[in-house]
């Protein structure tokens, strides 16, 4: 019989976070091998993704995990010669009413107790920002520069290829069916094709995360939900960042309206369904279309010209708070979780990945462990405390 082929790290799921672990693994000299039961890099919900990438969040370990994630994309092309899409355009979110006024104003201590470049601009600042913008209502926004987008697809293979490049081993098309346990040990993992050994196993399987949990007989709470985006033909550059509208639609039916123009000229574009859409339904609904564009239209009055050229919708690994599950598995060893991004896993991903590395290479991550002490996988799920820019 042949032994099972050793690894010092094992991930499962090559997308958003599995592919910057196992760069960032690779890059320190760890065997890694990456399993995906997709045919290649960032099939799964990474390519959902429209691509927005913030520091500027309400919650202080998604502020230093979006800032750790800044610095891989924006250096990226530096440090490998590779374009994937980085546009520095910043993060808008304009106020329209009163309430998202003080929502917005509210967070920009806690935003700037990590020195995030975030400022309150007048109704005068954000027209010049968001050209075209509609000044009805308008009471001002919020506005950080540093913040911009990044192609989803152009990174998941770009990390591929680094990783690659550092002796990382991928296997697609192989899907994760066990995990090798030795008392409270992971030690490895069995897939439709073999079976594979490493001290230390990462799941990183996005929605499928709490099926491999489950194998370990661990518990956690992910729910898929569903999302829908579209993206235009390419039109001339108009709009540098990436707009967040924070009301609820006119029509009951939508809260949060996010887009953007991307590297290439087009316009990407989703929205919050309310209520949500649990479970894994990815046809696009009827609905998507009329209700995203009378929103565009009202926010941006000369969108009403864009050609659509492709909707689709995806899944959010949503947790009940709202907040990723990032560190050790309760009662077991050598299983780390990098899992329940959220709305948000691509822009975390980097700065989960070098923590994911950290604890893996020197046993602490690397920010303050006790900054991520709130994305523990022990902890109390349902407790009150919810992400306000989830
Ligand atoms: C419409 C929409 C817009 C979005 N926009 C943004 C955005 O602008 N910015 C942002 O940050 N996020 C955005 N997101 C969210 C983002 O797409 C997700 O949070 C993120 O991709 C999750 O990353 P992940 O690595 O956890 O999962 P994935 O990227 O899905 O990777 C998990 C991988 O694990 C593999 N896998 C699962 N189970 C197994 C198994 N048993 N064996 C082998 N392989 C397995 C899957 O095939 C998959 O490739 C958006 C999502 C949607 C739907």
């Known amino acids: 019989m042949t032994q099972p082929a050793e690894f010092d790290a094992i991930v499962i799921g090559a997308g958003s976070v599995g592919n910057p672990t196992a760069y960032f693994l690779a890059r320190e000299g760890l065997r890694v091998l990456v399993l995906d039961e997709l045919s290649s890099s960032g099939q799964g919900q990474n390519k959902a993704a429209i691509g927005g990438v913030r520091a500027s969040h309400s919650d202080p370990a998604k502020i230093r995990l979006g800032q750790l994630s800044l610095e891989v994309f924006a250096g990226w092309r530096d440090a490998t010669g590779t374009d994937i899409g980085w546009k520095k355009g910043g993060y808008c979110f304009p106020a329209f009413d009163e309430k998202v006024e003080e929502t917005l104003q509210g967070l920009l201590s806690v935003q700037r107790q990590f020195r995030l470049s975030i400022d309150w601009l007048d109704a005068e600042g954000i027209s010049n920002r968001v050209t075209g913008i509609n000044r009805a209502g308008l009471r001002g926004g919020s506005y950080s520069p540093d913040d911009g987008q990044v192609s989803p697809l152009k990174a998941s293979e770009s990390f591929t290829r680094e990783a690659g490049r550092r002796g990382a081993v991928y296997r697609f098309g192989e899907t994760v069916r066990s995990l090798v346990l030795e008392g409270s040990a992971v030690v490895g993992v069995r ?35 569903s999302h829908e985006a579209g993206i235009s033909a390419p039109v001339r550059e108009f709009l540098n960042p990436l707009v967040v509208d924070l009301r609820p639609g006119p029509e009951g039916r939508t809260i949060n309206l996010y887009f953007g123009q991307d590297s290439d000229g087009q316009v990407i574009f989703c929205y919050t369904p309310k209520p949500p859409f649990y479970g894994e339904n990815r046809t696009s609904t009827v609905e998507f279309m009329p209700t995203v564009a009378a929103r565009l239209v009202e926010v941006i009055p000369r ?88």
């Open 191 to 225: 897939t439709d094709q073999g079976e594979y050994r490493a001290s230390v196993v990462v799941n990183a399987a996005g929605v499928g995360a709490a099926r491999i949990c489950a194998m370990a007989g661990v518990t956690i709470p992910i729910l898929p939900e």
């Open 303 to 390: 969108l009403k010209n864009l050609m659509v050229r492709r909707v689709w919708r995806g899944l959010y690994p949503m947790t009940p708070d709202g907040i990723p599950i990032v560190g050790w598995a309760p009662n077991r060893s050598g299983f780390l979780l990098g899992v329940g991004m959220c709305g948000q896993g691509f822009m975390l991903g980097p700065g989960v990945a070098r923590n994911l590395a950290s604890w893996v290479l020197r046993g602490r991550p690397e920010v303050d462990s006790d900054l991520l002490a709130p994305l523990s996988p022990s902890r109390d799920f349902f407790a009150a405390r919810k992400e306000a820019l989830k």
